[in-house]
């Protein structure tokens, strides 16, 4: 098993910038691919980014893609995600996941998961 916890998480606003970031612990951080996702509420949870165990490929919603990076640090046993140019709609909990299927976009992919940090952009 692997734990996983989010922080870095606060009120901006719009226009912007956060960094997220996601420690594990338990069993090894590397054989995992990790990815980000946030829940706004009323809506579903949704895929922003993921990274691939090696942390070399990287996969980012169209929503994200040119204002947000994923990265990892595998000796740290961390993974970030780094928000610039921030908008009022990417308001929502944000939450790291961990599992054996590189750069899926798809909750029911991953095994692991955090309990997740507010993000509130403001106007």
């Known amino acids: 098993q692997v734990q996983l916890a989010e922080s870095g998480g606060g009120l901006v606003q719009a226009g912007g910038s956060l960094r997220l970031s996601c420690a594990a612990s338990?069993?090894?951080?590397?054989?995992?691919?990790m990815g980000w996702f946030r829940q706004a509420p009323g809506k579903e949870r949704e895929f922003v980014a993921a990274i691939s165990r090696s942390g070399l490929g990287t996969y980012y919603s169209d929503s994200v893609k040119g204002r947000f990076t994923i990265s990892r640090d595998n000796a740290k046993n961390t993974v970030y995600l780094q928000m610039n140019s921030l908008k009022v709609d990417d308001t929502a909990v944000y939450y790291c996941a961990a599992g054996v299927v590189t750069g899926s976009k798809e909750v029911q992919k991953y095994d692991y998961w955090g309990q997740g940090t507010q993000v509130t952009v403001s106007a």
């Open positions: 338990g069993r090894t951080f590397s054989v995992y691919a």
